[in-house]
């Protein structure tokens, strides 16, 4: 399973690309607001900040409605930093943003759909030709429902109808999401980066560290 980064902060973006796990950055209209940026320009500096990556998501705004809309909005993104290769349209699972996706995919444009909290809107995204589809586990955790068990139908499914689509678990909590949905078959989880803070830690690591500083103060004073 690869490590998206799921921010629009570049700081944030920064630090995990150095630590060389970063197969690519998803964002949102929210996370894109937060940063109290324009959007176009906030996309071009993660386009630039992260070149050795597969995809960089750029979700169209929630003013674009229609097919045509998103694919006019899609027809901006595309031109951004050169016309780079990595850009992918993240639609939301409407009829509207199917239809853009076949449309985009059709031209040879990564895309992502997002939104998905069941296993039928994964089949026809995936149907309507998405290079990635993004089931949101924590928001169907929140509702009492099981979004690890999505992530791993949707994987189940995919391997059975042999389809090339692959799952983006997002709205990914904490670090035990990260192990399940990794098991469940997810090709990508897409985490904040506090949550990679979390998993690089463990505290018999720190220990470990504390003891060997010690030793190591010891045996050459
Ligand atoms: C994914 O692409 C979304 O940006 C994101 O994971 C949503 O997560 P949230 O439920 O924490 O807002």
Redesign the pocket.
């Known amino acids: 399973m690869k490590f998206f980064i799921?921010t629009a902060n570049l700081d944030d973006i920064k630090k995990a690309y150095k630590i060389g796990v970063l197969s690519g950055v998803?964002t949102?209209p929210?996370?894109v607001a937060k940063e109290g940026v324009k959007f176009e320009d906030r996309i071009e500096e993660i386009l630039k900040a992260v070149p050795e990556v597969e995809s960089v998501?750029a979700e169209v705004t929630p003013d674009a409605e229609t097919a045509e809309d998103m694919i006019a909005q899609a027809d901006e993104l595309i031109k951004i930093n050169g016309g780079d290769k990595n850009i992918t349209i993240k639609l939301p699972m409407t009829l509207a943003g199917l239809e853009a996706c076949r449309y985009l995919t059709k031209k040879g444009v990564k895309t992502n759909v997002?939104l998905i909290f069941t296993v039928n809107q994964a089949l026809l995204a995936a149907r309507a030709g998405a290079t990635y589809v993004?089931p949101?586990l924590?928001?169907l955790d929140d509702i009492s429902e099981d979004g690890v068990l999505l992530v791993a139908k949707i994987a189940e499914l995919f391997r059975v109808h042999n389809l090339d689509t692959q799952i983006i678990a997002?709205?990914?909590r904490h670090p035990d999401h990260v192990t399940r949905v990794a098991m469940a078959g997810a090709h990508i989880a897409?985490v904040p980066f506090s949550v990679i803070a979390q998993l690089v830690k463990h505290p018999l690591t720190d220990q470990g560290i504390e003891k060997f500083a010690a030793d190591w103060k010891n045996a050459t004073k």
């Open positions: 799921d998803t949102n929210s996370l998501s997002t993004s949101f924590g928001r997002a709205s990914v897409t």
